[in-house]
């Protein structure tokens, strides 16, 4: 049983241990389940609006809290927890999980669905921590992150599908939750399946390897980037409206970002080394900046469709690149760890920041917000670089 521990010297492509194929499938499968909700948020909650659960500011909380507890669930189990026993902690995240969903079908209140979904985000933290650790012990690590990106991708547009189409008409909201936590439990079947213990990365001093500079300005700018993507995804429908769009056809436009958003995870797992991060993250940004200020500029369906889909297509051709931006930073990979988070708390600030921007019905700050953010991530890369070629000098 060998094979199935991962607790010993690194062969090949891995620093530390040597799982099998099937193992890195099924702890990639375990993070994508704690990630369907980024998938399913526009549905799920959406729903929940309709039928009245909730009023427009309550579900903006709805949705931040557990971004939020997402982010600090993967932060807690990455950077506080062991390694070891991943098999139980995936089982006992999982079951935490279908019993959030479930709760979630039932709440009665908004201030229960808050606090449903929290507990909710916790535990899919934790499940998107299981597979970034796992990834953090690659010497591939940006590809397989590019996989990652597009096994999630993809079940939540297989997922998205059958409750748009199938689930909620029938069942409502609550019976998309249900469907959820069956998902849950299901996986426990993965979940035995996973390495059950993960060699030891060097943390002794995580803390320290995460607060130099390089680190912190790395992981600035995924979070700057991510608020970017955030703050138009959060308003696309109202601005779609501000310019005569109407929300059916909003609608159309997310499920088509996200087939291209699976689209660009595949080419970036194809391209990630051959291109330069640098050169990458600088791109995905200009195009990021040039294609929110399109959504400022009042445009038409076509051009608001193809600003759209650009954004989608970027979203996560940029993972792998952020993952190696974070291993350059540290090369314990201890801020690799803490890119999830980052993410994460990207997309959960950037609605809270830009709807403080916002006048009345107007909603253009929104994408003049977005643009800003995605100037603040390529500046933060250009202080990442010259530090790292100061420090390389003094050496």
Not at 266 to 279: G, K
Request: proline fraction near 3%; charge should be neutral; hydrophobic fraction near 60%.
């Amino acid at each position: 049983m060998a094979s199935t521990d991962t607790g010993h010297a690194g062969s090949g492509d891995w620093l530390v241990g040597n799982p099998t194929g099937w193992q890195l499938a099924s702890a990639l499968w375990i993070g994508s389940v704690g990630l369907l909700i980024l998938g399913l948020q526009p549905v799920l909650l959406g729903a929940l609006y309709t039928e009245g659960h909730v009023s427009g500011d309550e579900l903006a909380l709805v949705a931040t809290a557990e971004m939020i507890a997402i982010a600090i669930g993967s932060a807690v189990v990455a950077m506080l927890l062991s390694a070891h026993h991943m098999r139980r902690k995936s089982a006992v995240l999982l079951l935490l999980l279908a019993l959030a969903n479930v709760w979630t079908a039932y709440a009665a209140s908004a201030g229960t669905l808050i606090a449903a979904r929290a507990l909710a985000g916790l535990a899919e933290g934790g499940l998107v921590a299981i597979a970034t650790e796992l990834i953090a012990r690659s010497r591939r690590a940006e590809r397989i992150g590019g996989y990652f990106v597009t096994m999630q991708t993809l079940a939540q547009c297989a997922l998205a599908l059958l409750l748009a189409l199938y689930v909620i008409p029938a069942a409502g909201s609550a019976g998309g939750f249900i469907v959820l936590a069956v998902v849950c439990v299901v996986s426990l079947v993965v979940a035995f399946t996973v390495p059950g213990d993960y060699a030891d990365l060097p943390k002794e001093e995580n803390l320290v390897n995460v607060l130099t500079l390089p680190s912190t300005t790395a992981l600035l700018s995924v979070f700057c980037y991510f608020m970017f993507f955030g703050a138009v995804w959060a308003f696309l429908e109202p601005l779609g409206a501000q310019y005569g769009i109407d929300g059916r056809t909003v609608g159309l436009i997310v499920s088509a970002s996200l087939a291209v958003q699976v689209l660009g995870a595949m080419t970036a797992t194809v391209f990630e080394a051959r291109i330069d991060y640098r050169l990458a993250i600088a791109a995905i940004g200009v195009v990021a900046l040039v294609s929110s200020l399109v959504l400022a500029r009042s445009p038409g369906l076509t051009t608001f469709w193809v600003a759209a889909l650009a954004m989608g297509f970027i979203l996560l051709f940029i993972v792998p690149y952020q993952i190696r931006l974070a291993i350059t930073a540290d090369e314990t990979r201890t801020a690799v760890l803490l890119v999830p988070a980052a993410q994460l708390f990207g997309l959960a600030i950037g609605p809270i920041a830009a709807s403080l921007l916002i006048d009345g019905k107007d909603f253009r700050p929104v994408p003049e917000f977005a643009a800003a953010s995605a100037v603040a991530s390529v500046a933060l890369l250009g202080l990442f670089v010259l530090v790292s070629r100061h420090r390389r000098a003094v050496a």
